[in-house]
Nanobody, 127 residues
Framework: QVQLVETGGGPVRAGGSLRLSCVAS????????MGWFRQAPGKEREFVAV????????PFAAFAKGRFTVSKDNTKNVVYLQMNSLKPEDTAVYYC????????????????????WGQGTQVTVSS
């Protein structure tokens, strides 16, 4: 059973930064496309970013472009979401997800595509 554990959330002032980590209990994260999603209170879950198995494809949601970056360390089985210039509207629970795929360049944006999910980590941005 694959387990994903997110850490790094917390309170932050607008304009600040946070780095979220997702540790995966897998042989290697290079076997998975790894996505980040978020869900704000009263809103649906939405896509944030994904990093493909190859690490070359890192598409982002429009709100994340220029502010968020995603990376991974295959040797540690950790995926990171670096969030800069945070805004109050970034307040949400952030989830990482894993998609087993033979395609090294596949980076799905739809949550239903993913096989495994973490429990989430709360990010709260104050103005």
């Amino acid at each position: 059973q694959v387990q994903l554990v997110e850490t790094g959330g917390g309170p932050v002032r607008a304009g600040g930064s946070l780095r979220l980590s997702c540790v995966a209990s897998v042989r290697t994260v290079s076997d998975y496309a790894m996505g980040w999603f978020r869900q704000a209170p009263g809103k649906e879950r939405e896509f944030v970013a994904v990093i493909s198995r190859s690490g070359d494809s890192t598409p982002f949601a429009a709100f994340a472009k220029g502010r968020f970056t995603v990376s991974k360390d295959n040797t540690k089985n950790v995926v990171y979401l670096q969030m800069n210039s945070l805004k109050p509207e970034d307040t949400a629970v952030y989830y990482c997800a894993a998609k087993a795929t033979p395609n090294r360049y596949y980076g799905p944006r739809e949550g239903v595509e993913y096989d495994y999910w973490g429990q989430g980590t709360q990010v709260t941005v104050s103005s």
